[in-house]
């Protein structure tokens, strides 16, 4: 979010200041272990169709400006067990804004992907326009882009402390103090160690993903497609074997609670790391079952409702916040910076970005842990 929004204010002229507490791109926040699902047809508020469809054309300009391949359109197959929920109002409402998903019946999923071991209860959303994105390389790719507009970058400088008066922010880092007109902060997981300046209610949380051994060649990228799979037993996703890599696949729900500043338990230091995985590879996609060829772990920032917040400070307005991308927001990573851009240099969006509102949570009893099995963003 931060090397996208740097690259769109210092391309519409406004002198921009980076500042991370690491290199990016890195392996410390929720950005890294590509790739990311890029995928149009949401539930939820209509703003993430519209802003979906938007991020796709934005990558695909960035691909042109780096000249770098960022985006693979491999088709997402998003299969449920529709005794959780079924999918066809999603695909009537997708149509209703431009974006044409097939629905597809647990016999036609099985026709088509014969790997795929589904159960009749099953039914599914293909999505042939989407597909992922390379992380790593897009928020290199923005880095660049951004660092040649003329912005400037502090590395392994992070925030100790921010102070805002009217017109002015300052913030503090080990090496020194750096005073603007406005400020965007985008700390991911670690927004809850710039408290007491912001408080959002934002809960991090360690997630693990792994990359399996495949037995044929129907997995590899072209053939096989990205994925979501809800089962009765968890929601997970995942991407097909790309240059031998494996076929990669993580849990959206679950995971165990992370605090900035504590060391994050590597991939493997519960056993339930893998098998979790595992289960159901063997249960539903045997084939790509095989060894465990790599596992990472990496960090999602959850909010209350699983909607991202991006919004005005509610004491400083030239202080913007985005933040809670709750495990679905790399793909909307050049909207948003589009957008927070926007916001500073224009005083207002094109995008209604009202549901992301802080304020929504003003009357809302937090539930104690919102992360059950919903849709998969
Ligand atoms: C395993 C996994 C799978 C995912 N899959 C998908 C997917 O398929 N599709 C999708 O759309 N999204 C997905 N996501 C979510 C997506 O990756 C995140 O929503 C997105 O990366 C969040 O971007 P961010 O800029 O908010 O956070 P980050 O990328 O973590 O960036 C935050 C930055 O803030 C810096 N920072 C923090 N605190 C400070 C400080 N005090 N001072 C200076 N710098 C600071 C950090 O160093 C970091 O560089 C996934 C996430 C994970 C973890």
Same mark, same amino acid.
């Given at each position: 979010m931060g090397m996208s929004t740097g690259y769109y204010l210092a391309e519409r002229g406004v002198r921009t200041l980076l500042i991370d507490a690491f290199d990016p791109p890195h392996h410390e926040g929720s950005h890294h272990g590509e790739p990311r699902l890029i995928r149009h /047809?949401?539930?939820?508020?209509p703003v993430y169709t519209e802003m979906a469809v938007c991020a796709h054309l934005l990558w695909n300009e960035v691909e042109d400006l780096s000249k770098?391949?960022?985006?693979?359109?491999?088709g997402v197959l998003n299969m449920v067990d529709?005794?959780?929920?079924?999918l066809k109002n999603r695909v009537a409402l997708a149509k209703e804004q431009g974006v044409h998903p097939e629905w597809l019946d647990a016999a036609e999923i099985r026709r088509r992907w014969p790997e795929l071991h589904i159960p009749d209860s099953f039914e599914a959303m293909y999505e042939p326009a989407a597909g992922y994105l390379y992380s790593e390389k897009c928020v290199e790719a923005y880095r660049k882009l951004a660092l040649a507009e003329g912005a400037e970058l502090l590395t392994y400088a992070k925030v100790r402390k921010i102070k805002a008066h009217e017109g002015s922010v300052t913030v503090y880092t080990k090496d020194g103090e750096y005073h603007a007109g406005a400020a965007i902060l985008? /700390?991911? @997981?670690?927004?809850? /160690?710039?408290s007491p300046f912001v408080n959002l209610p934002i809960r991090a949380v360690r997630k693990v993903v792994g990359w399996f051994e495949t037995s044929s060649p129907t997995f590899d990228t072209g053939r096989f497609p990205g994925f979501t799979l809800n089962t009765r037993e968890g929601g997970y996703y995942g991407f097909p074997s790309i240059g031998g890599a494996g076929l990669k696949i993580g849990r959206h729900d679950t995971g165990t609670d992370w605090f900035p500043g504590e060391p994050l338990s590597p991939?493997?230091?519960? @056993?339930?790391?893998?098998a979790d995985l595992r289960q159901v590879l063997e249960a539903y996609m045997p084939g790509a079952a095989g060894k465990l060829k790599r596992g990472a772990v990496c960090k999602y920032e959850i909010s209350p409702d699983e909607d991202f917040i991006i919004d005005r400070h509610p004491e400083h307005p030239h202080v913007l916040v985005a933040g809670g991308f709750s495990g679905h927001g790399f793909k909307f990573s050049s909207v948003v910076g589009k957008l927070l851009s926007e916001l500073v240099v224009?005083?207002?969006?094109?995008?209604?970005?009202?549901?992301?509102?802080? /304020?929504?949570?003003?009357?809302q009893v937090q539930p104690e842990s919102s992360f059950a099995l919903g849709e998969i963003e």
């Open positions: /047809a949401y539930s939820g508020d770098t391949k960022l985006l693979v359109q491999s529709s005794s959780l929920y079924s985008s /700390a991911g @997981a670690w927004f809850s /160690a710039l991939f493997g230091s519960c @056993a339930e790391d893998e224009d005083g207002q969006t094109r995008y209604p970005i009202q549901p992301f509102s802080l /304020a929504r949570f003003d009357q």
